[in-house]
C-alpha cells in the first residue's frame, strides 16, 4: 500500500513534469512558431506528441538521476523536498520569463536536500556530478552553438547561389521536420529526469529493489505528464528564445533546432541529463554568429547566461531549506 508521503511525491512529481512540460515547450518550437512555420497550436500539439514518443524510447538518463548522483538512499521527504525547490525555481523563472534549467533545477534541488538530510557532503556521488551534470552543463551549449555555427555556414555555401524567396520557401517546410527532431530530443532526455526521481523514491520506500529497471508506468506517466503540460504551451518563455536572442528566419530556425536535437541526442546516449533552453539558445546564438557577429542581442544571452550560471547553487540552497523545513515536521 502507498504510504501518504509517496503519494505527495508521485503528486509533486505530476506537478515539476507538468510545468517542465509547459516552461520547456518554447525550447522545442519557438524558432518553428517565430518564423511562421507553424502557427503556436499545431506547433504546440506537434510538440507535445514527439515529447511523449521521445520519453518512452531511452531511461540512461532516469539512470544516471535514479543512481548516479547518490550514495545514500534519502527519505521520502527529502525526495518530495527536491521537488518542491525544483518547482518553486521553475515557476519564479517562467513568472520573470527566464529561460532557465529544469534539468540542473531538479538535481541542484536533490543535492541541497540530500545535504541537509545527511548533514555533510560525503553522500553526493562528486565524481557522478561532475561528469554527468557539470562538465556537461558548459559543454553541451557550446557543441549546440559550435554546430549550429558550422552549419549554418554550410547552408550558406550550399545554396549561395538560390534567391532568399527560395530558400525560406524550402526551409520553410524542412522546419517542420526539424521541429518534431527537436521536440522528440527533448522528450528523450527532459522526461527522465522525473522517471529517476519516481524511481529513487519507489526504492527509498520498498516497492522496488535498488538497482532496478525504471518500470514502463513511470515512464509512462512522466511521458503523458509532459506531453499535457507541453499541451498547454509557454509562451512566456517562447518570445525571449523565439526573438529575442537573434532575428530568426525558416534556415536559422531549422539550422538551430537541428543542431540542438543533435547535441540533445547525444548527451541522452551517454546518460547526461542537459538543459535543453541552454543547447537552444547556443544553437541560436551560433547560427546567428555564423551570419554576423553583432546580429545576436549579447545583452540578453548575459541575462540567460547569468539564470544558468544561477540555477545550481540557487537550488541547492532551495533545496536544503525546503528539507530543513520539512524535517522539523515529518
Same mark, same amino acid.
Given at each position: ?54 520519453? !518512452? ?11 548516479? !548522483? ?20 521553475? !515557476?519564479?523563472? /517562467? ?30 556521488? /562528486? ?170 542581442? /549579447? ?8 539564470? /544558468? ?20 515536521? !515529518?
Amino acid at each position: 500500500m502507498l504510504s501518504g508521503l509517496l503519494i505527495g511525491v508521485l503528486v509533486a512529481a505530476f506537478v515539476f513534469e507538468f510545468i517542465n512540460g509547459f516552461h520547456d515547450t518554447a525550447n522545442a518550437i519557438a524558432t518553428t512558431v517565430y518564423t511562421r512555420a507553424l502557427p503556436p497550436r499545431v506547433a504546440i500539439l506537434l510538440s507535445a506528441t514527439m515529447n511523449l514518443i521521445g520519453a !518512452l524510447t531511452s531511461d540512461k538518463v532516469a539512470q544516471t538521476v535514479a543512481t548516479g !548522483l547518490l550514495d545514500v538512499s534519502p527519505e521520502l521527504y527529502v525526495i518530495l523536498a527536491a521537488l518542491v525547490g525544483a518547482i518553486a525555481w521553475d !515557476l519564479f523563472t /517562467w513568472w520573470r520569463a527566464i529561460p532557465s534549467s529544469s534539468s540542473h533545477a531538479l538535481i541542484g534541488s536533490l543535492i541541497g536536500a540530500t545535504m541537509v538530510y545527511t548533514m555533510s557532503t560525503r553522500d553526493i556521488l /562528486w565524481q557522478g556530478v561532475l561528469d554527468k551534470v557539470v562538465i556537461p552543463l558548459f559543454t553541451s551549449p557550446l557543441v549546440g552553438m559550435l554546430l549550429g555555427f558550422l552549419l549554418m555556414r554550410l547552408v550558406f555555401t550550399v545554396f549561395a547561389n538560390w534567391t532568399h524567396h527560395h530558400a525560406n520557401a524550402l526551409f520553410h517546410k524542412l522546419q517542420v521536420v526539424s521541429a518534431m527532431f527537436m521536440a522528440y530530443a527533448h522528450g528523450s532526455n527532459d522526461a527522465q529526469k522525473t522517471m529517476g526521481i519516481i524511481t529513487l523514491a519507489l526504492v527509498t520506500s520498498g516497492v522496488l529493489a535498488h538497482g532496478s529497471d525504471i518500470p514502463f508506468w513511470v515512464k509512462l506517466f512522466c511521458a503523458c505528464t509532459m506531453a499535457l503540460g507541453t499541451s498547454i504551451g509557454g509562451r512566456r518563455v517562447m518570445k525571449t528564445v523565439g526573438r529575442g536572442v537573434t532575428k530568426l528566419e525558416p534556415v536559422s530556425g531549422f539550422v538551430s533546432e537541428t543542431s540542438s536535437a543533435i547535441a540533445i541526442t547525444f548527451m541522452t546516449a551517454i546518460g547526461a541529463p542537459v538543459s535543453t533552453t541552454q543547447v537552444i539558445t547556443c544553437a541560436i546564438m551560433g547560427t546567428g554568429s555564423a551570419r554576423r557577429v553583432g546580429s545576436v542581442k /549579447w545583452g540578453v544571452v548575459k541575462d540567460i547566461a547569468i539564470a /544558468w550560471v544561477l540555477t545550481l547553487p540557487a537550488t541547492i540552497i532551495l533545496g536544503a531549506a525546503t528539507a530543513a523545513l520539512m524535517g522539523l515536521f !515529518l
